[in-house]
């Protein structure tokens, strides 16, 4: 992290651009100009042009993009921040790269999968309005879902609804790259018609020998309401699965269904330090039993009392507030704001703070104490 | 939910209402009061619904233009040897400036774009290109300002503390040289906004002492020093030669902004007809008669889109009161409402050409220099 004391010359450098431009980063003071010559371009950000739109469920659909060509790369199984402006209001999202590293390689382009969220804004947005030539701001690739490079021993995938994006950009890598290792997915969805990929899983199950698809409907198509008799994930899936011995298993898809997943491998005796998990979003916020607390918004006046608080940002939002937040999960550190007084826990590591005045990221803060916030 | 019934009182004639003083002001029912309120709150509701893409790329455009002001009228100061050039770069500096000031500062840090949960436009992070520094301004003006409208004795912002304009200021000897004073803080006016908040009379009366001044100082001291770094020091010495060529050009322009601004500003709450209140007059206040007080210390000016753009839409300084945190580009559609809703209480609309306001401003200012005041109607 950047808390080192900046040096005097980095302090001076700061001063002077303050002054020149009333910000810190002379950066932003062209940004807007920059922009309007041509979107692409940017003194602070990257940015990325839509090059296709697909569909590839009913409610999900592939977005081609282009970054611009100083962004950094990525491995396959990594993730990206997505900011695009939502009738005006910039919001940020994360989105597993769904394409190959090698597509990147060859052609400049990566892609991502989302699924349509019910009610869900940025995502309906996406869905209905972000077309073909449109430009988004991308953040540098991150995470830790990726292969290992010294392993070669067999890997285990087991994936929900959405979740097997990251999954696809690591097969995809691998086939491109003859399966140098043995690999086998287990795949759950609703009905069949809503495997992402559906084909193209099928179709590298029957071209590479060392790997084995899965399929999993928890419904028939026909009738949604008709439950088929090997829904949805239970141990003799993990069973088979284990046969192959995989030395990895990668998780992805929503927290219950993850939590049921590592609960049937652990009781069939797999090693959970063995399983890597891509988790976006937050985990369930837990409630404490206990006295309401009361949240105090100091700089605009505004004051709620609640007994089901949840994080501070939607607090705040909930009382008609519009702090500045960017991801919503913990990274980006856009919804810094100070906490005058109280004690906050983080949502994601259940860290308590301290109770002093500190700057807090109000996304992932829980108020455990009456709290005053500079807002 | 009632809605407002028809008020029933006999149209309001300028005599009637002794402008400018406390008595004779038509006050309105509690039922007319509750529906104020409601229809001042469904035409906020309204449009911040509608907000969206279309103001912030209004606001992208105008920060935009400004930049490009800004740098077109630095590089003409520079590289002018001729008078010409060297004015054009002075009015395209000294307009930057004043669109920094009044149509992005002013509004940004109103938190008019915070919706836009871009930090480039959001108050928390808005600096801009004068002597005041933003918290302080936020402090004294969004919050001083706004909540305590022309409450004489509470809001600082009516006279400024030097100029006397109703007569629940007491007259003094000193107040006859006030449109001196007028003069010199519409010349100086980026430090006379900068030293507001220092509360100098309250200081002297002993309210206060300096120590409690302290944190406000620092930042004022610190912003001051960039802005004389930056047009007093670092663009000139950038010329070389030229240096105080540069450096005349630089105070021509902060010379323009500072009468164009303060001009706009007196105009917002020191013309001829708007109103002062007592702080009795607005103990245990409802919002309805918040937005009351607003309405009617407030003055309009008429005129074209490019005063609206100028002036940072406070030429609709009645809209801007009783909206703060709206986008101002949205404040000339809300006007024809707002003025339909003060005809139907009998409210006076107060609006007029910017000359004739400001003409109105400086009779204020003289005529409140003498100890009778408002009592001689000239
Ligand atoms: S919004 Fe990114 S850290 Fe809170």
């Not at chain 2, 200012?365 to 005041?373: N, Q």
Request: glycine share 8%; hydrophobic share 35%.
């Amino acid at each position: 992290m950047h808390s080192q004391t900046p040096s005097l010359l980095q302090r001076a450098q700061t001063w002077i651009n303050s002054s020149l431009f009333n910000t810190n980063r002379a950066g932003e003071y062209f940004e807007y100009l920059l922009e309007g010559v041509d979107p692409m371009w940017s003194a602070l950000e990257c940015k990325a042009r839509i090059m296709e739109v697909r569909d590839e469920t009913a409610d999900t659909k592939t977005w081609v993009l282009q970054p611009v060509k100083n962004w950094g790369g990525f491995v396959a199984g990594q993730h990206i921040h997505i900011t695009l402006s939502v009738n005006g209001v910039q919001s940020t999202r994360t989105f597993t790269i769904s394409s190959s590293p090698y597509q990147w390689q060859q052609n400049g382009t990566i892609t991502i999968t989302v699924k349509r969220v019910p009610n869900g804004r940025v995502t309906g947005w996406m869905h209905d309005t972000l077309k073909t030539g449109a430009v988004v701001t991308i953040s540098q690739a991150q995470g830790e879902f990726v292969l290992d490079k010294d392993v070669d021993a067999p890997v285990g995938y087991i994936a929900a609804g959405s979740g097997i994006t990251p999954i696809m950009s690591q097969l995809r890598w691998m086939s491109a790259n003859n399966m140098p290792v043995p690999a086998n997915l287990l795949y759950f969805a609703n009905t069949q018609k809503d495997f992402i990929f559906g084909s193209e899983i099928k179709a590298l199950a029957q071209a590479a020998r060392r790997f084995t698809g899965n399929l999993i409907a928890s419904y028939d198509d026909s009738d949604s309401k008709h439950k088929l008799p090997q829904s949805p994930i239970c141990a003799e899936h993990i069973q088979a699965l284990l046969e192959s011995k995989p030395e990895q298993i990668y998780l992805c898809g929503p927290h219950p269904f993850r939590e049921i997943a590592k609960q049937l491998l652990a009781e069939a005796g797999y090693n959970l330090k063995q399983v890597r998990e891509e988790a976006f979003g937050l985990p369930p916020i837990k409630v404490e039993a206990g006295a309401p607390v009361k949240v105090s918004f100091a700089a605009s006046a505004v004051e709620t009392t609640t007994d089901q608080p949840g994080t501070l940002l939607d607090m705040a939002e909930g009382a008609g507030l519009t702090p500045t937040a960017g991801c919503r999960m913990g990274i980006c550190h856009t919804c810094k704001c100070k906490k005058t007084s109280g004690q906050v826990r983080n949502v994601i590591t259940g860290e308590l703070s301290s109770t002093e005045a500190e700057d807090i990221r109000i996304c992932v803060s829980t108020p455990v104490s009456n709290v005053e916030i500079d807002i | 939910m009632t809605t407002a019934t028809q008020p029933n009182v006999e149209q309001l004639t300028e005599e009637k209402v002794q402008f400018g003083g406390l008595d004779g002001r038509r006050r309105l029912t509690k039922e007319q009061y509750e529906g104020l309120q409601q229809e001042f709150d469904a035409l906020r509701d309204e449009i911040r619904a509608d907000l969206g893409q279309a103001d912030v790329d209004y606001m992208k455009n105008i920060i935009r233009i400004q930049r490009y002001l800004e740098v077109a009228g630095r590089t003409l100061i520079h590289f002018s040897f001729t008078p010409v050039p060297f004015m054009l770069g002075v009015a395209a500096l000294s307009v930057s400036k004043i669109m920094d000031n009044m149509e992005i500062g002013h509004n940004v840090m109103h938190g008019q774009f915070d919706w836009a949960n871009d930090p480039k436009m959001h108050s928390k992070n808005f600096e801009w290109d004068t002597a005041c520094d933003a918290g302080s301004w936020k402090r004294t003006h969004n919050f001083e300002h706004h909540t305590f409208t022309n409450i004489i004795g509470k809001d600082r912002d009516y006279g400024y503390a030097v100029l006397r304009l109703s007569d629940e200021t007491p007259w003094t000897p000193m107040r006859s040289f006030q449109t001196v004073y007028f003069a010199l803080l519409s010349i100086f006016f980026q430090w006379g906004v900068a030293l507001h908040e220092l509360e100098s009379e309250r200081l002297r009366d002993g309210t206060f002492d300096l120590d409690e001044k302290k944190p406000y100082l620092k930042g004022l001291f610190r912003k001051g020093a960039k802005q004389v770094f930056k047009d007093y020091i670092f663009f000139p010495a950038l010329a070389g030669p030229f240096f105080w060529k540069v450096m005349l050009g630089n105070a021509m322009a902060n010379l323009g902004r500072n009468l164009w601004a303060s001009a706009i500003i007196f105009c917002g709450h020191f013309t001829e007809q708007a109103q002062a209140f007592t702080e009795e007059e607005c103990e245990n206040e409802t919002k309805g008669e918040w937005y009351y007080r607003q309405l009617l210390g407030s003055s309009n000016l008429s005129g074209s889109k490019l005063l609206h753009v100028m002036s940072g839409h406070l030429s609709y300084q009645i809209e801007h009161h009783l909206f703060p945190d709206i986008p101002a580009n949205r404040y000339e559609e809300m006007g024809p409402k707002v003025e339909e809703i003060c005809a139907k209480y009998g409210l006076p609309y107060n609006t007029g050409p910017f000359w004739h306001q400001y003409g109105t401003v400086l009779k204020r200012v003289w005529k409140y220099s003498f100890p009778t005041g408002g009592q001689e109607r000239s």
